[in-house]
T-cell receptor, first 115, second 113 residues
Framework: DVKVTQSSRYLVKRTGEKVFLECVQD?????MFWYRQDPGLGLRLIYF???????EKGDIPEGYSVSREKKERFSLILESASTNQTSMYLC??????????????FGPGTRLTVT | GNSVTQMEGPVTLSEEAFLTINCTYTATGYPSLFWYVQYPGEGLQLLLKATKADDKGSNKGFEATYRKETTSFHLEKGSVQVSDSAVYFCALSDRTGANNLFFGTGTRLTVIP
């Protein structure tokens, strides 16, 4: 079974702190994604990566950055956390698009609260 | 552009009732369609999918048929159980880029005994 793990289930940080959210997948997937989930808005894509050291902006990249130094690990960084970044953060991975869309596998999520 | 619209919740049903959650989409080209489910305190997991028009995806008693003429992918189950209580997300992949998914806003289902 594919397993996607996230470093924390719950996290509380103060405004202005630098925050790292870590995601690791064990299935050698090329693609990895970071979403945030907010009530009434569904899932919104922050960043994705289709290879080591490669990254692409999603729909809402402002205030975030990412790092992918190894294939299995994709980190989301909040350079200076703000209260409007309080949310549930979900990481996902998948095989690349090769003529058929493979499903994305999700981690359990990190609920981040910024005070 | 790509977008998914699903019925607003929350939906509350009695056990053994019939479930329909509506989902319509807008997409360029020929998307693939998915239903994901999120149980309390967990991440999303794939429930079912359909990759071309008239395909029917099914899993755990849930079904959805890819209707190109009505751009719809409604989720149905004949007899819901308390354990089906969750949030359900409709999503599409436009088969481009890095296999990105576009999600609806989610529908919360609560099944009462």
């Amino acid at each position: 079974d594919v397993k996607v793990t996230q470093s924390s289930r719950y996290l509380v940080k103060r405004t202005g702190e630098k925050v790292f959210l870590e995601c690791v997948q064990d299935m050698d997937h090329e693609n990895m994604f970071w979403y945030r989930q907010d009530p009434g808005l569904g899932l919104r894509l922050i960043y994705f990566s289709y290879d080591v050291k490669m990254k692409e902006k999603g729909d809402i990249p402002e205030g975030y950055s990412v790092s992918r130094e190894k294939k299995e690990r994709f980190s989301l960084i909040l350079e200076s956390a703000s209260t409007n970044q309080t949310s549930m953060y979900l990481c996902a991975s998948s095989l690349p698009l090769t003529g058929r869309p493979y499903e994305q596998y999700f981690g359990p999520g990190t609920r981040l609260t910024v005070t | 552009g790509n977008s998914v619209t699903q019925m607003e919740g929350p939906v509350t049903l009695s056990e053994e009732a019939f479930l329909t959650i509506n989902c319509t989409y807008t997409a360029t080209g020929y998307p693939s369609l998915f239903w994901y489910v999120q149980y309390p305190g967990e991440g999303l997991q794939l429930l079912l999918k359909a990759t071309k028009a008239d395909d029917k995806g099914s899993n755990k008693g849930f079904e959805a048929t890819y209707r190109k003429e009505t751009t719809s992918f409604h989720l149905e189950k004949g007899s819901v159980q308390v354990s089906d209580s969750a949030v359900y997300f409709c999503a599409l992949s436009d088969r481009t880029g890095a296999n990105n998914l576009f999600f609806g806003t989610g529908t919360r289902l609560t099944v009462i005994p």
